[in-house]
């Protein structure tokens, strides 16, 4: 994991910017190196405090908030950075992760909420398709969610029951598990998820 973060701090950041003297930076980046992703948020955020539109301290700062599980704080770092660059395609699919992270999470969402950040995730990880169409974690992410969804729709509660948004959603997150299947080969994880789509949708015709 260390590893991967390094990685992450080397190469990541929005393309050539220099951090000689940009303090917070640096700091929020040895935190990330260290694992400390409160403190690095907490460095960053410093960094955005100073230069509002420094697109990589709102990057990293998305980025260290999503690794301290504060999702809600990470939407709002990469909706900052999506409007000053939209075309930045990691931030939608962090972004969708959040979304999901937080609907799937915390048990005191209320319904509206919950369907809103499902649909959003699916939105964002769209995108990362549109922008990024041979990243198949993109589909297999918003798979997820599109079963997340028909699973959700498919609850007998009054204003959320809809048996035929039940049945798209759940088709259409066979298609994304099919289309990651085709492209990495046997895989058994996705293949379980195939097979419970399916199950899913042998079950809502009954």
């Known amino acids: 994991m260390k590893n991967s973060i390094l990685s992450l701090v080397c190469f990541l950041g929005l393309a050539g910017t220099v951090y000689a003297q940009e303090p917070y930076i640096r700091l929020g980046q040895k935190a990330l190196m260290d694992r400390q992703f409160t403190l690095a948020a907490d460095y960053f955020e410093k960094a955005c405090d100073e230069n509002n539109s420094d697109m990589n301290a709102l990057w990293f700062l998305g980025y260290s908030y999503f690794h301290a599980n504060e999702y809600r704080k990470c939407i709002t770092a990469f909706d900052k950075l999506v409007t000053l660059k939209p075309s930045e395609t990691v931030a939608y699919y962090y972004r969708g992760k959040a979304k999901t992270a937080l609907y799937s999470g915390l048990s005191n969402i209320l319904a509206a909420e919950k369907e809103k950040l499902m649909k959003?995730?699916?939105?964002?990880?769209?995108?990362?398709?549109?922008?990024?169409?041979?990243?198949?974690?993109?589909?297999?992410?918003?798979?997820?969610?599109?079963?997340?969804?028909?699973?959700?729709k498919n609850q007998k509660i009054n204003n959320i029951y809809n048996k035929t948004e039940a049945i798209a959603a759940v088709n259409l997150s066979l298609k994304d598990f099919q289309?990651?299947?085709?492209?990495?080969?046997?895989?058994?994880?996705?293949?379980?998820l195939i097979d419970k789509a399916r199950r899913f949708l042998v079950d809502a015709q009954k």
């Not at 041979?134 to 992410?141: G, L």
């Not at 289309?179 to 379980?192: E, T």
């Open 179 to 192: 289309k990651v299947m085709a492209y990495s080969g046997s895989r058994s994880d996705i293949q379980s």
């Open 120 to 152: 959003g995730a699916i939105r964002d990880f769209s995108t990362g398709i549109e922008m990024s169409p041979n990243d198949f974690k993109f589909y297999q992410n918003r798979g997820l969610a599109y079963y997340d969804l028909g699973v959700y």
